[in-house]
């Protein structure tokens, strides 16, 4: 079955160290995303990339970074992490056209910065 | 930016009875609307969505309703039942765009015995 997983389910991170959450589709689809979701905001996009090697600024990209080194996986990577990134995170795939019942997600990871 | 603002945070209701989450959006050039479903401790997955053409669309127990004019759409759930208990979000996205999609911020159902 196609899946989008996730990896680690949770994390706690100090403040100021390196986090890298990594997301592996096996829906052959071009696109990936990286939201975040946190009470009361709903899910905001960090970044998205519908091709490998190449990554783009989704609408709240300050203080993370993307890699798409395949079709397959997609890193979010927090260089310097900070009590605000606490969040649960969400990775998504989608075909480069179709409707949005083509998206898959991720169960999430639950990131606690201290 | 463009905003999907999705009015109910919390709504409780009976087993049996229906439940109505509404939404509002701002991009005119919004022509898609897709509704998900969270369950607890798990990503989000598809439901139910509607498109800029058609004003009504129902998929079993699930309608979906969209007025255009308002830039309102809405989620019914008729004859609720305990598995329907989560968050629901609704997002808007251009059909020529559908990867960019703003999502609100979502809505807790909890379906009472």
């Known amino acids: 079955e196609a899946a989008v997983t996730q990896s680690p389910r949770s994390k706690v991170a100090v403040t100021g160290g390196k986090v890298t959450l990594s997301c592996h589709q096996t829906n052959n689809h071009d696109y990936m995303y990286w939201y975040r979701q946190d009470t009361g905001h709903g899910l905001r996009l960090i970044h998205y990339s519908y091709v490998a090697d190449s990554t783009e600024k989704g609408d709240i990209p300050d203080g993370y970074k993307a890699s798409r080194p395949s079709q397959e996986n997609f890193s979010l990577i927090l260089e310097l992490a900070s009590l605000s990134q606490t969040a649960v995170y969400f990775c998504?795939?989608?075909?480069?056209?179709?409707?949005?019942?083509?998206?898959?997600f991720g169960s999430g990871t639950r990131l606690l910065v201290i | 930016g463009e905003k999907v603002e999705q009015h109910e945070s919390t709504l409780s209701v009976r087993e049996g009875d229906s439940a109505v989450i509404n939404c509002t959006y701002t991009?005119?050039?919004?022509?898609?609307f897709p509704w998900y479903k969270q369950e607890a401790g798990k990503g989000l997955h598809f439901v139910i969505d509607?498109?800029?053409?058609?004003d009504r669309k129902q998929s079993q127990r699930l309608i979906v309703l969209l007025d255009k004019k308002a830039k309102r759409f809405s989620l019914h759930i008729t004859a609720t039942q305990p598995e329907d208990s989560a968050i629901y979000f609704c997002a808007a996205s251009h059909d020529t765009n559908a990867y960019k999609v703003i999502f609100g911020k979502g809505t807790h159902l909890h379906v009472l015995p």
């Open positions: 998504a795939s989608s075909p480069w056209t179709g409707t949005n019942s083509d998206y898959t």
């Open positions: 509607i498109r800029s053409n058609v």
């Open positions: 991009d005119t050039a919004s022509s898609y």
